[in-house]
């Protein structure tokens, strides 16, 4: 068998159902958002010749909504994220999900995290996520009433650190919001750069939100980050909770913590309005 069509094998054609394995069971505490009034489900979006599947949630009257992409956790475009976006619907903003592994592979039927960071996660390219979020945006704008000036960006997890580099990225950007992104690593081919290598480079304030129990950030990165920022003049922004864990907004999980997640949630949704995103 070829390369090619190895890896073909592995494309990711649709969204799966429910919750990636990974994640099972789920917990009690577990958020659903219905998508009454609102038109919600998935769509395909056309990125560099790809169809690339993703989830998109919007009032369903209205039109110029504002746009939020909504970047995924290591855990890929499952429910939680789909709840997400119908929570954003609800606020009033078109919401978009794109699956941004879907080139690499379906993560949602791997049960071990170790497993999903080796066959998939690493092999995913900074680049192609960044042209991937500019294709969703472009495709929002033109097919699903999306205003043209109002651009925002969140993202979880692994979708965290994405939000940092998009905000370095994508100058029509008006306001990102990075929940407990790494902040710093390695570098090589595919990441060539972390959020803390561009501080100076921001072309849109970011609101960092981050755990100060979180064992895989560790406070020390976030002020460093901090003091990158702010050495930069930078308007952007970092609110650590004590004593809270990563994952911290994961509804679905152990790590949930509602009185940050809310918190959280409701700075995010100021931060966007005081910086013109809705």
Same mark, same amino acid.
């Given at each position: 068998?070829?390369?090619?069509?190895?890896?073909?094998?592995?494309?990711? !054609?649709?969204? +799966?159902?429910? %919750?990636?394995?990974? =994640?099972?069971? &789920?917990?009690?505490?577990? #958020?659903?958002? @219905?998508?009454?009034?609102?038109?919600?489900?998935?769509?395909?979006?056309?990125?560099?010749?790809?169809?690339?599947?993703?989830?998109?949630?919007?009032?369903?009257?209205?039109?110029?909504?504002?746009?939020?992409?909504?970047?995924?956790?290591?855990?890929?475009?499952?429910?939680?994220?789909?709840?997400?976006?119908?929570?954003?619907?609800?606020?009033?903003?078109?919401?978009?999900?794109?699956?941004?592994?879907?080139?690499?592979?379906?993560?949602?039927?791997? !049960?071990?995290? +170790?497993?999903? %960071?080796?066959?998939? =996660?690493?092999? &995913?390219?900074?680049?192609? #996520?960044?042209? @991937?979020?500019?294709?969703?945006?472009?495709?929002?704008?033109?097919?699903?009433?999306?205003?043209?000036?109002?651009?925002?960006?969140?993202?979880?997890?692994?979708?965290?650190?994405?939000?940092?580099?998009?905000?370095?990225?994508?100058?029509?950007?008006?306001?990102?919001?990075?929940?407990?992104?790494?902040?710093?690593?390695?570098?090589?081919?595919?990441?060539?750069?972390?959020?803390?290598?561009?501080?100076?480079?921001?072309?849109?304030?970011?609101?960092?939100?981050?755990?100060?129990?979180?064992?895989?950030?560790? =406070?020390?990165? &976030?002020?460093?980050?901090?003091?990158?920022?702010?050495?930069?003049?930078?308007?952007?922004?970092?609110?650590?909770?004590?004593?809270?864990?990563?994952?911290?907004?994961?509804?679905?999980?152990?790590?949930?913590?509602?009185?940050?997640?809310?918190?959280?949630?409701?700075?995010?949704?100021?931060?966007?309005?005081?910086?013109?995103?809705?």
């Amino acid at each position: 068998m070829s390369e090619t069509t190895t890896r073909r094998a592995f494309v990711t !054609t649709s969204l +799966a159902a429910g %919750f990636a394995l990974a =994640v099972q069971p &789920v917990s009690a505490d577990t #958020v659903t958002t @219905d998508a009454e009034g609102l038109v919600a489900g998935e769509v395909k979006i056309l990125s560099g010749g790809f169809q690339m599947p993703a989830y998109r949630a919007m009032p369903k009257t209205g039109t110029k909504f504002p746009v939020v992409l909504v970047v995924q956790e290591i855990f890929g475009v499952h429910e939680h994220l789909r709840d997400l976006c119908r929570r954003f619907a609800k606020a009033g903003f078109c919401a978009v999900a794109p699956e941004l592994y879907a080139r690499q592979g379906d993560v949602s039927k791997l !049960t071990d995290i +170790a497993e999903i %960071f080796e066959k998939v =996660v690493t092999k &995913v390219p900074d680049a192609q #996520v960044m042209g @991937d979020l500019d294709a969703a945006w472009e495709w929002a704008k033109k097919a699903s009433n999306g205003d043209p000036v109002k651009l925002s960006i969140t993202g979880f997890c692994w979708g965290g650190r994405e939000v940092w580099l998009y905000a370095a990225h994508q100058p029509k950007l008006k306001a990102a919001a990075a929940w407990y992104g790494r902040i710093s690593g390695a570098h090589n081919e595919l990441q060539p750069k972390h959020p803390i290598d561009l501080a100076k480079s921001l072309k849109a304030p970011v609101l960092g939100l981050y755990g100060g129990a979180d064992s895989g950030i560790p =406070v020390a990165h &976030v002020d460093m980050m901090k003091a990158e920022l702010a050495a930069a003049k930078s308007p952007s922004d970092i609110v650590v909770y004590p004593d809270t864990p990563h994952g911290f907004n994961a509804d679905y999980r152990p790590s949930y913590r509602k009185s940050a997640a809310d918190d959280a949630w409701k700075r995010m949704l100021e931060w966007f309005a005081k910086n013109g995103a809705s």
